[in-house]
Structures are given as structure tokens and as C-alpha cells.
Nanobody, 128 residues
Framework: QGRPVESGGGLARPGESLRLACAVS?????????IGWFREAPGKRREGVSC????????YYTNSVKGRFTISRDNAKKTVDLQMDTLEPDDTAVYYC????????????????????WGAGTQVTVSS
């Protein structure tokens, strides 16, 4: 098991879309794990954006992204992707992917920094 590796960040205008991918080979088959996307903006604490459970595929979204972001697994590519639509300037942050053990998806994702395996992050900037 290596560490997760993020890709797909970049610059977008408000209202546009970006898709992030997290390569998590080695973690997708661990039943008691979840895969999540977290973000950290300058001067703000890291927050959980969206997470998906390996056990049953259940998902969690923080309120500010509900209806705009979608998390999904691609078993063929062994990635967990985050489709981000209708981007807003407040979505600007470094986005991190993590594979972490959990028995409570919402609590772990909401924690913002659950103990686990973390990627190096990818920058997302939303600006006109």
C-alpha cells in the first residue's frame, strides 16, 4: 500500500467544473476503510468535503458542496473521483485525498483530519 495520489486540480472560473482523481490502489478493498476528499484554505482549518465508505458505498458531503460535488469510485482505474460543478471562489483550497479506517463515516469525514494515509494535495483555484 502506497500513499494516495491526487490529480486534476487547477484554475477554474466561477460556475465552471473540475474533476479530481485520487489513485488509491491497495485501499479500495479494505472493508473498514473509507476514502475522502478534504480541503484546506489559507487561514482556515482543514475540512472534510466528501467521503465514501468501502463497506457499503455510503457517502457524506459537507453542507457547502451538497448538490454541486459528487464523489464516486472507479474500480477499473482504482480511483476515487470528486466531480466539482458550479465552482465558487470559496472552493479555492488545497484538496487532499485520504484513505482512513472508520466505523462512523460522517464523524470521521467531519473531523477534518482523521488518522490515515494522506496524499500530498492538489491546488484548486476558482477565480474570475
Amino acid at each position: 500500500q502506497g500513499r494516495p495520489v491526487e490529480s486534476g486540480g487547477g484554475l477554474a472560473r466561477p460556475g465552471e467544473s473540475l474533476r479530481l482523481a485520487c489513485a488509491v490502489s491497495g485501499f479500495l478493498d479494505t472493508v473498514h476503510y473509507a476514502i475522502g476528499w478534504f480541503r484546506e484554505a489559507p487561514g482556515k482549518r482543514r475540512e472534510g468535503v466528501s467521503c465514501i465508505s468501502n463497506r457499503d458505498g455510503s457517502t457524506y458531503y459537507t453542507n457547502s458542496v451538497k448538490g454541486r460535488f459528487t464523489i464516486s469510485r472507479d474500480n477499473a482505474k482504482k480511483t476515487v473521483d470528486l466531480q466539482m460543478d458550479t465552482l465558487e471562489p470559496d472552493d479555492t483550497a488545497v484538496y487532499y485525498c485520504s484513505a482512513f479506517p472508520t466505523s462512523d463515516l460522517a464523524a470521521s469525514c467531519n473531523h477534518g483530519y482523521p488518522p490515515g494515509h494522506w496524499g500530498a494535495g492538489t491546488q484548486v483555484t476558482v477565480s474570475s
